[in-house]
């Protein structure tokens, strides 16, 4: 697998054009796939602007090429297949199918997916061995980290290979060693928003006082180190006696808090409904999202020399 140049996208949406500006950006051949012509169109501006802030040559939005269908690809020439269609677990037992038949036996077909277990997307196929997970965070070209999953049937070598793979890259990939739920990120972000929503629903802080405790507090401390170096440096004593007084009073409902459920029901899901906690308008979310890019490129940069050499024991 040492001389790969050629990787499949499978959707182009949100998350597929961030991953094709990642690969593009690291001199690929880059073809993506997506049944819509809207998105299609869209996708060199896109890859121009993510390049751009990537500061990588504009002009390898040459190395990208759009199809409206998978057969349309020459797949002979195929290294790596990453899907990031649609969370729906039924399309995703039907693209798999589609690539099995299509792509080398021995080329990794990773998944983006954020809900779904690798094992339970790949476990009708017969080289199964080769599904692996491969997680971005959004925007994907901008937030270092991405998720390398083991289910229990992926061959480790595969693991290996995108592991390093995702390092020449440019991005920080960690291992996930088991197939759980939500994998890693995202299970400590949903843990960190039920007791953020309760707190919120009980009347105790407002949605903007939680935003500024985690950015100006522990969330600032994160940029320099995680939350296992930093009780390192406080003591676990610390925390054993913190969290012996602390656990009981933690929120432990098993769904989401009813003002969440009534917002939805609502139609206030955020930025691309206009309304969420807070009133949108598109100049107000362009500027919001140019605001948060600039800062997430800034930040990165402090992060550079860490990102290169390896997180302690990542």
């Keep these: 697998m040492a001389n790969q140049q050629h990787v499949v996208i499978v959707g182009g949406g949100v998350m597929g054009g961030d991953i094709a500006t990642i690969f593009a950006a690291g001199g690929w051949n880059v073809h993506v796939m997506s049944p819509s012509a809207k998105t299609r169109a869209a996708l060199p501006a896109r890859l121009a602007a993510g390049l751009n802030k990537l500061g990588a040559n504009a002009a390898n939005t040459a190395l990208v090429k759009t199809y409206a269908n998978l057969d349309e690809i020459a797949w002979r020439n195929v290294d790596l297949v990453v899907e ?49 997970g491969l997680h971005y965070f959004m925007p994907a070209h901008l937030v270092p980290l991405v998720e390398v999953i083991k289910a229990d049937f992926t061959d480790k070598t595969v693991a290996d290979w995108l592991e390093q793979n995702q ?83 933690l929120h432990n409902d098993q769904a989401p808090p009813q003002f969440l459920r009534d917002m939805v029901a609502k139609g206030r899901i955020g930025m691309k409904a206009g309304r969420g906690l807070w009133e949108w308008t598109d100049d107000s979310v362009a500027k919001e999202k140019a605001r948060i890019e600039k800062a997430l490129q800034a930040a990165f940069e402090i992060l550079k020399a860490d990102a290169a050499g390896g997180q302690k024991k990542a």
């Design 84 to 132: 990031a269609a649609t969370e729906d677990l039924a399309l995703k037992h039907q693209l798999f199918a589609q690539l099995e038949t299509l792509a080398r036996p021995e080329i990794p077909l990773a998944s983006n997916t954020s809900t779904f277990p690798i094992g339970e997307i790949g476990k009708h196929l017969k080289t199964r061995s080769r599904v692996v």
């Design 167 to 249: 390092r020449q890259l440019g991005k920080v990939p960690v291992r996930v060693n088991k197939d759980i739920p939500g994998f890693i990120g995202n299970r400590l972000q949903h843990a960190m928003m039920r007791e953020a929503l309760y707190l919120i629903a009980e009347g105790v802080v407002s949605p903007e006082g939680i935003d500024t405790a985690v950015r100006f507090g522990f969330g600032f401390r994160f940029i320099a180190c995680g939350p296992m170096m930093q009780k390192e440096m406080s003591g676990w004593d610390t925390i054993l006696y913190g969290g012996t007084s602390i656990y009981p009073s």
